[in-house]
């Protein structure tokens, strides 16, 4: 008799040990029944981020207005099967080259403040703004 309580706590106690051990990996919430709060920015965030990113999806740009701080990293993922490129008016500035279709390619933005007009090389009418502040 006294074999089957040992047994039953020797099993719960690595039942324990074992939902401890995956807890981490399964990323449970604490005690309070609320998930941590995402410290990642929106892709449409209005205010200065030092890591941004454009969707190109369905031939536009997603945000359209970008607003990052100098020197930020832009990422560029076309979601699109078409090529495109992110390509600044203003010469020199800024430009992904051609971005084929399910591909992603990055940019740093310029480190001088100010408003920066984009296009697509390939798609002229597609059109954003990035702002550096």
Known sequence: MLARPRLR??????????????????????????????????????????????????????????????????SVVNEDS????????????FDTSTIEGGRTATFTAPPTAGTYRYLCDIHPSMRGTLTVR
Do not use: M
């Not at 078409?82 to 500035?93: G, I, L, Q």
């Open 9 to 74: 706590r020797r099993h719960t106690v690595l039942t324990i040990a074992l939902l401890c051990t995956l807890t981490p990996l399964v990323g449970c919430t604490d005690s309070g029944g609320s998930a941590p709060a995402s410290p990642s920015p929106s892709p449409t965030s209005a205010t200065a981020v030092q890591e941004a990113r454009i969707v190109i999806k369905n031939f536009r740009f997603e945000p359209a207005n970008l607003t990052v701080a100098p020197g930020t990293k832009v």
């Open 82 to 93: 078409s090529p495109h490129t992110v390509t600044a008016e203003a010469a020199d500035s």
